[in-house]
C-alpha cells in the first residue's frame, strides 16, 4: 500500500512562486514514476508533470514548461514541484500520484494524494 501526502500549497500573487512537495509511503517509491496532475472548478483534472524513478527523465505540460520544475528524492521518499513565474491559471487543486511509467495520462497512475490547494491572485 502507498500513501501520498502533498503539502505547500497557498495563496501566492501573480509572478510569484510556490513549491509543493509530496511525501510517499511503501518501498516501492524508488522504482517508479511520478506526477503531479491539477484540477481547477469546473475543469477535469490535467496533468502537469511527471518524473521517471531515476530522474533522467521528465516530462511538463506545455502550460508549465520553463516555469515549473519536477524534482524527486529517493532517499527521502519525496517528489517536489518547483512552480515560478505563478498566473491566475494556476489555480487549481494539486495532486500528486504514483505509476509504474513515466505517462501524462491520468489513467497510468494508481495512487493518489488528497490534493493541496493552490490559488494566484492577480
Known amino acids: 500500500q502507498v500513501q501520498l501526502v502533498e503539502s505547500g500549497g497557498g495563496l501566492v500573487q501573480a509572478g510569484g512562486s510556490l513549491t509543493l512537495s509530496c511525501a510517499a509511503s511503501?518501498?516501492?517509491?524508488?522504482?517508479?514514476?511520478m506526477g503531479w496532475f491539477r484540477q481547477a472548478p469546473g475543469k477535469e483534472r490535467e496533468f502537469v508533470a511527471a518524473?521517471?524513478?531515476?530522474?533522467?527523465?521528465?516530462n511538463y505540460a506545455d502550460s508549465v514548461k520553463d516555469r515549473f520544475t519536477i524534482s524527486r528524492d529517493n532517499v527521502r521518499n519525496t517528489v517536489h514541484l518547483q512552480m515560478n513565474s505563478l498566473k491566475p491559471e494556476d489555480t487549481a487543486i494539486y495532486y500528486c500520484?504514483?505509476?509504474?511509467?513515466?505517462?501524462?495520462?491520468?489513467?497510468?497512475?494508481?495512487?493518489w494524494g488528497q490534493g493541496t490547494q493552490v490559488t494566484v491572485s492577480s
Open positions: 500520484a504514483k505509476s509504474r511509467y513515466l505517462s501524462p495520462r491520468t489513467t497510468a497512475y494508481d495512487y
Open positions: 511503501g518501498r516501492t517509491f524508488s522504482s517508479t514514476a
Open positions: 518524473i521517471g524513478w531515476n530522474a533522467a527523465n521528465t
